[in-house]
């Protein structure tokens, strides 16, 4: 599946936006989404991971009760909700796809588990 990336941008802390990751190509519904990001100079990290139905969604500690992921099947996009924005959040932000049937809570946190990315959007977070 071929992913892109939108709705970056500027915003001060404590503002919101949200990330948009438009698919296709496949089946939509047959990937596991997640959101990483990556602050320059740092590896890339997990954000949150969603699974095909929607029905189960993992947020990093880092980033509970202030990001939702959630997807539309229907629309063939997964979003990721940021409020209560903070300066460590800034960071290009990949969404990701996986096939994989089996990891769901043991290897959604890894990189290579996704064989799909797009190609990131920045989100710069001012103080």
């Known amino acids: 599946v071929q992913l892109q990336a939108y709705g970056g941008g500027l915003v001060q802390a404590g503002g919101s936006l949200r990330l948009s990751c438009a698919a296709s190509?496949?089946?939509?519904?047959?990937?596991?989404m997640a959101w990483f990001r990556q602050a320059p100079g740092k590896e890339r990290e997990f954000v949150a991971a969603i699974s095909r139905s929607a029905s189960s969604t993992y947020h990093v500690d880092s980033v509970k009760g202030r990001f939702t992921i959630s997807r539309d099947n229907a629309k063939n996009t997964v979003y990721l909700q940021m409020n209560s924005l903070k300066p460590e959040d800034t960071a290009v932000y990949y969404c990701a796809g996986s096939r994989q049937n089996t990891g769901w809570g043991i290897d959604f946190g890894r990189v290579p588990w996704y064989d799909s990315w797009g190609q990131g959007t920045l989100v710069t977070v001012s103080s």
């Open positions: 190509g496949r089946t939509f519904s047959n990937y596991v």
